[in-house]
């Protein structure tokens, strides 16, 4: 069985005014690419919203969910939640004229396959700082406080770093003259 089955909406469907789709993504969807990407793991609520504008469908994405991964700041499991909007323009021509923003099928396609580009958009919404703002202000933080406690003692003070002499000071004066 095809595991991409669900994600394929059927080139009729590309062709009405409007449809909606709905989702829920977990560990199943995700094995289906790991061995592209490093692991992702974490599950995932997408709606797509299908609007058409004489050939060109519009297919808005939205995503929200959980992704389970190490907090960047004290280094425990954390659910980062994470919420994105993508846009996706499909038309029929040359496939091999597909961009990132617009995807071409052939006119005879008997459907278009939305699993990958659901796929790279979880990716694209995982933040590179993987950690929960304002964590050390909540009142049920998922973080270390031992951790975050070590790190607010030990801050380093960025407007005294800035206002003491560079050893490289010198060195620009020599290059501004």
């Known amino acids: 069985m095809d595991a991409l089955a669900p994600f394929r909406i059927p080139a009729a469907i590309l ?3 409007e449809a909606t789709y709905n989702w829920e993504l977990g560990p199943d969807f995700l094995a289906i690419f790991d061995d592209e990407h490093e692991l992702v793991k974490g599950h995932f609520s997408v709606e797509m919203n299908l609007f058409r ?3 060109i469908a519009n297919l808005d994405f939205i995503i929200n969910g959980l992704v389970d991964t190490i907090c960047d ?3 425990v499991p954390i659910k980062l939640p994470i919420s994105a909007d993508y846009q996706l323009l499909v038309n029929y021509g040359d496939p091999a004229q597909s961009t990132d923003e617009v995807v071409f099928l052939e006119y005879d396609a008997p459907d278009f396959n939305a699993g990958k580009h659901i796929y790279d958009f979880i ?3 995982i933040p590179i700082s993987q950690r929960i703002p304002d964590c050390e202000t909540m009142e049920d ?3 270390d406080a031992t951790v975050l406690s070590y790190l607010s003692e030990n801050q380093v003070d960025e407007e005294a770093l800035r206002d003491k002499d560079s050893p490289w000071d010198h060195l620009k004066n020599i290059i501004d003259n």
């Open 15 to 17: 062709k009405a005014d």
């Open 53 to 55: 504008s004489g050939e």
């Open 73 to 75: 700041r004290c280094s």
């Open 123 to 125: 990716l694209l919404s």
């Open 141 to 143: 933080s998922p973080c």
